[in-house]
């Protein structure tokens, strides 16, 4: 029988949070979501959304979650900083990234840079290393059956994206990306069939920016197509992109194809 996924939308924009009314509708954080699955909490991406994540697991009384990294640029690790359960004893914090992310995470939540270290907290803290195309289940304890398989992406300084699968579910996570050189067609490989396809629609239509690491819905929507993917969410706003700009874009993008989805922030998506 199949499973049931919910994933929650706790952030949405690349580059830095937008704290602003413009961008209510869609939301201010930075990329973080979460897959519910059974008992099973398994976070992608640590953008600074993951606060409120955090605050939610206190509240349940949740504690062990298993986060995976796509990479360490601030907008994608800076909720580490106040995420509650860092803070609680009794928590266990399974963190996942490219080889040698935790030298380098544990210098970034420093002393120098925060009032707490990573390494001093007082939560259980590990680091798994994830390697390019080698599947692997997430540690012990979590998400039975969960597989997760990594893929080196395409993004300044490096990047890995995530395909998980078990119980008839799929999704596969590819922020930040740019589609240049071999990455559309691996990457076509990479989400083959996949029910959800988790995208970086950081540029506007026609703004190209080569070597900056990124795309635009429209890229992501013909990779998805061409992937055979159930359907695509588009999520890493820009910073300057507003609620009436997505609105405009999520139109568009809408009568082009209806396995178009535009993340917002507090949403829930069932898989
Ligand atoms: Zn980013
Ligand atoms: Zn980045």
């Not at 994608?76 to 509650?84: D, E, K, N, S, T």
């Not at 300057?240 to 993008?253: C, P, R």
Request: hydrophobic share 40%; net charge negative.
């Amino acid at each position: 029988m199949n499973e049931t996924w919910k994933l929650t939308i706790w952030g949405v924009r690349g580059s830095f949070p937008v704290p602003d009314p413009d961008f209510l509708r869609y939301g201010g954080n930075t990329s973080c979501l979460s897959l519910d699955r059974g008992d099973t909490l398994v976070v992608l991406d640590a953008g600074s959304g993951l606060a409120a994540l955090g605050d939610r697991m206190v509240r349940e009384g949740r504690r062990r979650v298993d986060i995976l990294l796509s990479h360490l640029h601030l907008d994608h690790v800076m909720g580490l900083f106040p995420f509650a359960p860092r803070y609680d004893r009794r928590c266990e914090i399974h963190l996942y990234g490219r080889p040698g992310f935790a030298g380098e995470l544990t210098h970034l939540i420093g002393s120098s840079l925060w009032p707490v270290d990573l390494a001093d907290d007082r939560a259980h803290i590990l680091f798994h290393e994830v390697w390019d195309g080698k599947p692997f289940l997430l540690a012990e304890g979590a998400a039975p059956g969960l597989r997760v398989t990594a893929m080196e992406g395409n993004h300044p300084g490096g990047c890995c994206y995530y395909r998980l699968e078990g119980g008839g579910r799929s999704l596969v996570y590819a922020l930040d990306c740019e589609l240049s050189g071999d990455m559309a067609p691996r990457l076509t490989d990479f989400a083959r069939g996949t029910g959800l396809l988790v995208w970086d629609a950081s540029l506007a239509a026609g703004d190209r920016k080569p070597g900056w690491g990124h795309s635009t819905w429209e890229e992501g929507l013909s990779l998805g197509r061409a992937a055979g993917a159930e359907r695509v969410l588009m999520t890493h706003y820009a910073r300057e992109h507003t609620d009436v700009f997505l609105h405009s874009q999520e139109l568009l993008a809408g009568q082009a194809d209806s396995r178009c989805i535009f993340a917002k922030e507090g949403t829930v998506i069932e898989l």
